[in-house]
Nanobody, 121 residues
Framework: VQLQASGGGQVQAGGSLRLSCAASRRTNSNNAMGWFRQAPGKEREFVGS????????MYGDSVRGRFTISRDRGKSTVYLQMNSLRPEDTAAYYC???????????????WGQGTLVTVSS
């Protein structure tokens, strides 16, 4: 499974961005799609995840209420809508796919390339 992330860019604090992650194909190996981020000098952080079949979502504490994950089954694409962005949201954002609906990055088998999000104050 190959993942293609896109949609990063620069935005001012309070603004919005939508990231996309397109999967090359849907199989049981990518029943869960997750978003993670990593800022320079910091560890990778869980942003959120969606269960592909049922649409259940979960979010990290720092983004809950501001970010929303959704999916388009027909396009095999997952979206991360980011609202009320803050400078501390600045990071490289990665999408990942795996069999288990989880916040743990080690359980995701496939990773896309990062897309950079920069939020200025």
């Amino acid at each position: 499974v190959q993942l293609q992330a896109s949609g990063g860019g620069q935005v001012q604090a309070g603004g919005s961005l939508r990231l996309s992650c397109a999967a090359s194909r849907r199989t049981n190996s990518n029943n869960a799609m997750g978003w993670f981020r990593q800022a320079p000098g910091k560890e990778r952080e869980f942003v959120g995840s969606i269960n592909w079949s049922g649409g259940t979502t979960m979010y990290g504490d720092s983004v809950r209420g501001r970010f929303t994950i959704s999916r388009d089954r027909g396009k095999s694409t997952v979206y991360l809508q980011m609202n009320s962005l803050r400078p501390e949201d600045t990071a490289a954002y990665y999408c990942a796919a795996g069999q288990v609906f989880t916040a743990g990055p080690s359980l995701y088998d496939y990773w896309g390339q990062g897309t950079l999000v920069t939020v200025s104050s």
